[in-house]
Each structure stands twice: as C-alpha cells, then as structure tokens.
C-alpha cells in the first residue's frame, strides 16, 4: 500500500486539507504501507516557498511523518512537481504521438464566447472541440507562423467511465459532459490533470484518498491512466469539512488553518483526534484515542458519506481532556509565548520551570487552550489591593462590618505565620472563623478578594499555597516576583481602611 498527500503551496493548511493528510497517514501506518508527501507547485503564480515551509511545519506539529517526501527524498522522486517538468512534457508528446492528445490554439476569448453559446442553448459548457479537426499540416503551419498551442486530451466519444469509490461506491461519468481538458498550457506548464496522473502513477501510489471537490476529475484521469497504459489506483472521495451552517468551511466561520488552530494553544494531539471523529467513527461510541490507536482501527469502510461539521466547542472538549493528560514540564514549555503575549514575559531557569510546572494543574485543569493559561495564572503574579477594591461590586462587598473584619483578622493571623501550604492555610482560615463568627461563602470570599484581589478564580486550597511557594522563590530564577500571603493580606487591610 503506497498513499500520498500532495498539497499545493499556494496558502497555509486548511483543516480540511489536514484532515485528509491524516486519513492517508492512519491508514498507511495502519496497514504498514507508505505515506508519500508531495509538493504540488506547479502554479507558479501563487506557489511560495514560504508557503510550502508552513505547511510541512504544520503537518509536522500534527504529528505526521511521511517516508518519502522533499525533505527526506526516496526512490520515486524528485517530490516537487515543478522539479519534474521533463516528465510531463515526455507523456504529453507520447500521447499526441498515439493520437491521445492534440494541440489547441483557440484563445480565451474564443473560449469563453463558446461556453456563453453552449450555455445559452442549454448544452453542457465544455469545449467545443474546435481544434480536434485540424490537420497535422495546419498545426505546424501555425507553430511554425510563431503560435503557441495549449495542448489537450482527446476524451473518447460515447463512452461511460465507471470506478468504484470506496467511500461512495460506484460512480460513473459520461463522457458527453467532460471536454477535453487542457493537459499542458500554452506556456509549457502541466495542468493538474496530467502531473497528478504521470506522479501517482511512477510514484506506485495504490490509494488516492481526497476531498469529493475532486471527484469530477476523476473520470479524466482514469482515462488518461488508460490512455498512458498505467493502471489507476483505488479511489476514495471525502465529504467536505463544513462549518455549523452546513457550508464550506471558510474564513466566515472563524479559524480554518491549522497554524490559527495551533497559535491558539490547541495541543496537536487534540486536534488530530477531533479530526479523525470528523467523518469516521472508530466504533464503540469512543471519541477520545491516541493516534497510535487511531490508526489500528482505522478503516475507510468506516468513513461516513455526509459531510462532516466542524464544532470549535467540541474540539475545545477535545482539548481539555489532552490539556489534563499532559505533562506539566510540557505544558510549561508551550505556554510561554503566551505569558509573553501577555505581558509577562519569563525566561524561567531550572528552578522557575519547576515552580510554574507545580503550579500548572491549576490552569490546565480549567482552561480550554493553552492562550487562556497566562489569564487563568495571574493570580499568581498580578496583585494590587487598590485595583481590587476599584471595582464598585467588590468594594461593597468589602464595605459590609463582617467582610471587613475578616480581612483585618486574616492580616493580623498572617503577619506572624510561616509561608502558607494547605493545611497552614486551613488552620489560617479556622482561626479567622474564630475570631469573627463568620463562615461558608461569608468567612472564604473576603479572604479571597484579600489574598488574590479577585472576586473569583482557583480554588484557594490549591492557589494560596501556590502564591506562597513563588514568595519563596529567588529573585534571579526568571519569574516576575509573586508577592506572598501575608503581605497581600496586610496591603489589602490598609488600603481597606485608607
């Protein structure tokens, strides 16, 4: 089994198009066949090599590998369709030598006047065949008069192509409806439909797994298989990713790429999993597997035919799951960028990673994406009595005689006490019921806003030990300095009665 994944690198990598890269993979890898990677950049317009870096530096992140590719070679390349010129130029020549092809030199204006009457006159709007009755003498009377032709596959009359799709079962085309399409451009460029037949064809791919916005080239294809005496491979077409107005999936909807995805903190195992649930079931209602897992099962007999919507809620559901599953060493690493897009930048030696590792759980365990863990932690680094007690809500709150006592009595418990771990914190918080009769929401939420400046967030049990073990923490391990209970406890008392 030899499977490819052939991306043009005209734009970054539509999940849509990852998706079907990831089909390929699971099921090579399944099966122990090849998965080939294939750079199709004959649209040398739009074509960019920066384009090209992003989308291997994303299928890369996915966790995909391939066993050929540019990058890493192999015995059928090169892998770069604009690197295989020559071989285009070479079959398209055999197939006007064999009466398969012919040259065209109608312009675009001809063109498109022709598809205006066949479309006025209820006909099907492919070409007309104007140029298929020129005789040889003609054609290179006007080559040799300086003209330069396109050339096109002569499709065969009155003729039924079948294939069996594995997906959609038996499709059939007729070939009144498909033209002759252009093989080869008037400038010497190779169309999609023959580089895509010459590449799979000498590469050995034996299973075209695609999106269903190829199916109606399919039918050319198999002939122009036939045509060069290759034999086609096994196709199968896939549903189209939509969005949750059952369109398209594009822009309008909000990310579509997977780089977007990606800079907004989705783990790459997160997303390959709420993929692979878009369009094929693994069975036994299970949703959440790891990729090696993924591939064991994977099977194209279980790839539904509807079109598959794509939920950002659910793939945040997705997330979470892997968010909890990862290691805190992890998920600190990746999380960096994020504290320097907010304002908090870090440069964490030994001791520091160690610290925000410890402190992780709390984010992790309550956030959908990694760019919400900065916000979820500030707790830790971002305290001000003052802004606090800004906020009109929280400053009547902390107005009412009993809020004010507790967070007076908490100040006068802590300003003595060691740093605080749960239980120091418990008794901490025991003393303070004692002292002022007050208990549930109306003894914790005080001591909340004194020691967080926040009305909500972590719970305290976890958070409060948290901020004291960063008070503890030198000054040269490259976090920002976390200031500690009991000096939170005693500003927020003065300024309560400043």
């Not at 949703?287 to 919507?309: C, H, K, Q, T, Y």
């Not at 907010?342 to 959908?368: F, H, K, N, R």
């Not at 914190?425 to 007050?438: E, L």
Request: charged share 25%; aromatic share 8%; with cysteine.
């Amino acid at each position: 089994m030899r499977v490819r994944f052939a991306p043009s690198p005209t734009g970054k990598l539509h999940v849509g198009n990852a998706r079907t890269a990831l089909f390929n993979w699971l099921l090579a890898r399944g099966r122990g066949g090849t998965f080939v990677l294939r750079i199709e950049d004959t649209d040398v317009e739009r074509s960019t090599p920066e384009s090209e870096a992003t989308i291997i530096s994303d299928i890369r992140w996915l966790g995909l590998d391939w066993d050929e590719g540019p990058d890493t070679g192999g015995p059928f390349g090169p892998y770069r369709q604009s690197e295989r010129a020559a071989l285009y130029t070479r079959y398209a020549h055999q197939l006007i030598e064999q009466g398969h092809a012919y040259y065209c030199f109608c312009s675009r204006e001809q063109l498109d006047a022709d598809r205006a009457e066949a479309l006025a006159s209820g006909r099907p709007a492919h070409y007309a065949g104007t140029c298929r009755r020129l005789l040889t003498e003609q054609v290179e009377a006007r080559r040799a008069a300086g003209e330069t032709p396109a050339i096109r596959f002569r499709v065969r009359d009155n003729y039924e192509v079948r294939f069996e799709d594995a997906v959609r079962g038996e499709v059939r085309f007729h070939t009144d409806v498909i033209g002759d399409p252009i093989i080869v451009r008037a400038e010497g460029t190779p169309a999609y439909n023959l580089a895509v037949v010459v590449d799979d064809a000498l590469m050995g791919i034996t299973q075209v797994i695609r999106g269903e916005d190829h199916i109606s080239n399919t039918p050319r294809q198999i002939l122009l298989y036939e045509a060069l005496g290759f034999t086609p491979p096994a196709f199968a077409h896939l549903a189209l990713v939509m969005g949750q107005d059952h369109t398209p999936l594009s822009k309008r909807h909000g990310a579509t790429s997977v780089g977007e995805f990606r800079r907004k903190g989705y783990l790459p195992e997160a997303l390959v999993n709420y993929l692979a649930l878009i369009g094929w079931s693994p069975g036994n209602d299970e949703e959440l597997l790891p990729i090696a897992e993924m591939a064991r099962r994977f099977s194209l007999d279980n790839v539904g035919l509807s079109a598959g919507v794509f939920d950002e809620e659910k793939l945040a559901w997705v997330n979470r799951h892997y968010l909890k599953a990862a290691e805190p060493a992890r998920l600190v690493d990746l999380a960096l960028p994020y504290f320097a897009e907010a304002g908090l930048s870090m440069t964490p030696d030994e001791v520091g990673l160690s610290y925000l590792a410890s402190v992780m759980p709390i984010a992790s365990s309550s956030v959908d994406r990694l760019n919400q863990v900065p916000g979820r932690l500030a707790v830790l680094f971002d305290f001000s009595a003052d802004a606090a007690l800004g906020d009109e809500a929280v400053r009547a709150e902390m107005a009412t005689a009993e809020a004010g006592a507790v967070a007076r009595a908490l100040a006068e418990e802590l300003a003595s006490a060691p740093r605080l771990d749960r239980e120091r914190f418990r008794a901490a918080a025991n003393a303070v019921k004692a002292k002022t009769g007050q208990k549930g929401k109306g003894l914790f939420h005080p001591i909340r806003i004194a020691l967080t400046g926040r009305a909500e967030g972590p719970e305290l049990d976890l958070v409060v030990p948290a901020i004291d073990r960063g008070a503890e923490l030198p000054a040269s391990c490259g976090i920002p300095i976390i200031v500690g209970c009991r000096e939170r406890a005693a500003a927020f008392a003065r300024a309560l009665g400043a």
